[in-house]
T-cell receptor, first 113, second 112 residues
């Protein structure tokens, strides 16, 4: 059974640029959630995708957008990067939308300069 | 969403038991108590969850107060590998969204 993988591991971007982060969910899981974790803080929910549809969103602006593909892998896109977007971005997969255990990937460390 | 309160940090000696407390006085009847932990430079990992009765698995035990307003995660013999941030999270399986609401958690240090 393959776990959750994320790419790239690290990324450095300049303010104003756009970035795409990728996540492959665990085999058999149809739900992907994205979280942002600033240094020293707990992860904050960005949004969740269930069967290719957005199923809930946290308090993040529209420049944070996502996609889920038929194979349930997912992308997180961030436009017009700001310095405060520097964080660890975590993706988690699960079976179903509520109550089930979430399996997290190792994250992508994004630095915006 | 109901919130949880945890100490910022705790210390333990290796091979001794550790009791990590969590207060959740506004818990609803349908909320399950979940624990996740995050090892350094890794994503969070599921530890255990329960509703009313105490629960045991290979990683830990979860003791839930009779009134469900508090719970305790018990690591029976701490190892150096247990040094992590532990998060106590309430989840309603009947909710329309499955996101986890993380607080700051408890940073556990384990001394050799």
């Amino acid at each position: 059974e393959t776990g959750v993988t994320q790419s790239p591991t690290h990324l450095i971007k300049t303010r104003g640029q756009q970035v795409t982060l990728r996540c492959s969910s665990q085999s058999g899981h149809n739900t992907v959630s994205w979280y942002q974790q600033a240094l020293g803080q707990g992860p904050q929910f960005i949004f969740q995708y269930y069967r290719e549809e957005e199923n809930g969103r946290g308090n993040f602006p529209p420049r944070f957008s996502g996609l889920q593909f038929p194979n349930y892998s997912s992308e997180l896109n961030v436009n017009a990067l700001e310095l405060d977007d520097s964080a660890l971005y975590l993706c988690a997969s699960s079976l179903g939308v509520a109550g089930g255990e979430q399996y997290f990937g190792p994250g992508t460390r994004l630095t915006v300069t | 969403d109901a919130k949880t309160t945890q100490p910022n940090s705790m210390e333990s000696n290796e091979e001794e038991p550790v009791h990590l407390p969590c207060n959740h006085s506004t818990i609803s009847g349908t909320d399950y108590i979940h624990w996740y932990r995050q090892l350094p430079s890794q994503g969070p990992e599921y530890v255990i969850h329960g509703l009313t009765s105490n629960v045991n698995n290979r990683m830990a035990s979860l003791a839930i107060a009779e009134d469900r307003k508090s719970s305790t995660l018990i690591l029976h013999r701490a190892t150096l590998r247990d040094a992590a941030v532990y998060y106590c999270i309430l989840r309603d399986p009947g909710g329309s969204q499955g996101n986890l609401i993380f607080g700051k958690g408890t940073k556990l240090s384990v001394k050799p």
